[in-house]
């Protein structure tokens, strides 16, 4: 069983920086990637980066490469978005989701909706 809990969103004006934070209850935190995805309203849900726990590897949406850093603390099994130079593009719900690194073959992966599990969403909104 794998629950997850975002935190950390609101609202921030252009050029501001947020951390949001996905807490994960799992046994075996280094089997899984952790990845963040985003929905803006009106728009398709796009994937922002992932990582995989058991190396440590990871990638970006390209629109937030240089911005974004992801990364994951194991004693908490806490994965981390650092958010910097924010935009109104990036405006939107962010999710958070978690599926075996055996999956983990990219941000547009099928697997993700297959087989991961969600977090509740935290909203995000950037203003000008």
């Known amino acids: 069983e794998v629950t997850l809990v975002e935190s950390g969103g609101g609202l921030v004006q252009t050029g501001g920086s947020l951390r949001l934070s996905c807490a994960a209850t799992?046994?075996?935190?280094?089997?899984?990637?952790i990845g963040w995805f985003r929905q803006a309203p009106g728009k398709e849900r796009e994937g922002v980066s992932y990582?995989?726990?058991?190396?440590?590897?990871?990638d970006y949406l390209d629109s937030v490469k240089g911005r974004f850093t992801i990364s994951s603390d194991h004693a908490k099994k806490t994965v981390y978005l650092e958010m910097n130079k924010l935009i109104p593009e990036d405006t939107g719900v962010y999710y958070c989701?978690?599926?075996?690194?055996?999956?983990?073959?990219?941000?547009?992966?099928?697997?993700?909706?297959?087989?991961?599990?969600w977090g509740q969403g935290t909203q995000v909104t950037v203003s000008s």
């Open positions: 990582i995989k726990n058991n190396d440590g590897t990871t």
């Open positions: 799992v046994f075996t935190f280094e089997d899984y990637a």
């Open positions: 989701a978690a599926v075996s690194v055996i999956f983990a073959d990219g941000l547009t992966s099928s697997t993700w909706d297959s087989f991961g599990r």
